[in-house]
Nanobody
Framework: QVQFVESGGGLVQPGGSLRLSCAAS?????????DFWYRQAPGKQRELVAT???????NYADSVKGRFTISRDNAKNTVYLQMNSLKPEDTAVYYC???????????WGQGTQVTVSS
C-alpha cells in the first residue's frame, strides 16, 4: 500500500490561490500510471477534481476547468494542484491518490483542508 501526505491547504479569500502538494511513499509508489486529486465538502460525496497520467495528459472536473492545474514531479514522486480564482464552493478536504486507470486503488490519506471565505 501507498501512503499519501497532502499539504498546502488553508484559509483563503475568494479569488485567491493555493498550491496543494501530495507526497507518496511506500511499496510500489512509483509504479502507478495515474494520479488523482479528489475533494469532499461537508455533507457531500467525494468528487474527482483532476487527474494526470504518466504521459502528462490531464483531465479536470468542469467546475474547476481553467482555474486549477494538476502537475507532477516524478523525481520527487510528488503531485501538485495549483488552484487559482478560488470560490467558496471550492471549500472541501482535498485528497490525492494513485491508480492504473480510471479509479484510485489505495487507501485515502488525511487530506488537506481548503476553506474559501471572506
Amino acid at each position: 500500500q501507498v501512503q499519501f501526505v497532502e499539504s498546502g491547504g488553508g484559509l483563503v479569500q475568494p479569488g485567491g490561490s493555493l498550491r496543494l502538494s501530495c507526497a507518496a511513499s511506500g511499496r510500489g509508489a512509483r509504479t502507478y500510471t495515474m494520479d488523482f486529486w479528489y475533494r469532499q465538502a461537508p455533507g457531500k460525496q467525494r468528487e474527482l477534481v483532476a487527474t494526470i497520467s504518466s504521459d502528462g495528459s490531464t483531465n479536470y472536473a468542469d467546475s474547476v476547468k481553467g482555474r486549477f492545474t494538476i502537475s507532477r514531479d516524478n523525481a520527487k514522486n510528488t503531485v501538485y494542484l495549483q488552484m487559482n480564482s478560488l470560490k467558496p464552493e471550492d471549500t472541501a478536504v482535498y485528497y490525492c491518490n494513485k491508480g492504473y486507470g480510471a479509479v484510485p486503488v489505495n487507501s485515502w490519506g488525511q487530506g488537506t483542508q481548503v476553506t474559501v471565505s471572506s
